[in-house]
């Protein structure tokens, strides 16, 4: 079945330093990718996506590439902030088949960002 | 304001009893999720529902129970045989095919 890793955390950066949170994962053809961000005792909010394969999904700062040939999703930003001080989770859906409603989710990824 | 509300925020039960969990959504999305999120894991789907009066069981279906009377609301019951009530529920949004929008969570605490 689909399935997601993530590496494991906790992370903790200095501000301003560079963020990279590893995301892989198996699934059968084309899935859509996702990365939602979790802030303390929230729900989750959708930080950016990509449908297809070379789609770069961006937001805030933030920036994940979908790379096939890896089976690849990686979480970068070039400078962090103690506001993005939460947990990461990378998440992927079919895009065809009766289960493209599914989310299949990572662990989750904790990120400290000091001042 | 359109989105998903949760409520509410916390709820404490004591083991043997049945509890129901309220999620409403104003954004015209046609399917509603629950899922659990226990502490370092994932989050994992209890119940899905894409269209009034159907739903259909995920991967954690046993010892709760939902309902889909209408397409803004999608209650989520645990019920007595859930043998590890206590976690974080999450419900969500979406329209069919397209990215899910989560609610604020509630949190349960069973003793």
């Known amino acids: 079945g689909d399935s997601v890793t993530q590496m494991e955390g906790p992370v903790t950066l200095s501000e301003e330093a560079f963020l990279t949170i590893n995301c892989t994962y198996t699934?059968?053809?084309?899935?859509?990718l996702f990365w939602y961000v979790q802030y303390p005792g929230e729900g989750l909010q959708l930080l950016l996506k990509?449908?297809?394969?070379?789609d770069k999904g961006s937001n805030k700062g933030f920036e994940a590439t979908y790379r096939k040939e890896t089976t690849s999703f990686h979480l970068e930003k070039g400078s962090v902030q103690v506001s993005d001080s939460a947990v990461y989770f990378c998440?992927?859906?079919?895009?065809?088949?009766?289960?493209?409603?599914?989310?299949?989710f990572g662990k989750g990824t904790l990120l400290t960002v000091n001042p | 304001d359109g989105g998903i509300t949760q409520s509410p925020k916390y709820l404490f039960r004591k083991e043997g009893q049945n509890v129901t969990l309220s999620c409403e959504q104003n954004?015209?999305?046609?399917?509603m999720y629950w899922y659990r999120q226990d502490p370092g894991q994932g989050l994992r789907l209890i119940y899905y529902?894409?269209?009034?009066?159907?739903?259909q069981k995920g991967d954690i279906a046993e010892g709760y129970s939902v309902s889909r009377e209408k397409k803004e609301s999608f209650p989520l019951t645990v019920t007595s045989a859930q043998k590890n009530p206590t976690a974080f529920y999450l419900c969500?949004?979406?329209?069919?095919?397209?990215?899910?929008?989560f609610g604020p969570g509630t949190r349960l605490t069973v003793t």
């Open positions: 699934a059968t053809g084309y899935p859509s």
């Open positions: 954004l015209n999305h046609d399917a």
């Open positions: 990509a449908t297809k394969a070379d």
């Open positions: 529902s894409q269209i009034v009066n159907d739903f």
């Open positions: 998440a992927l859906r079919p895009n065809s088949g009766g289960s493209n409603y599914k989310l299949t």
């Open positions: 969500a949004s979406s329209l069919t095919g397209y990215e899910q929008y």
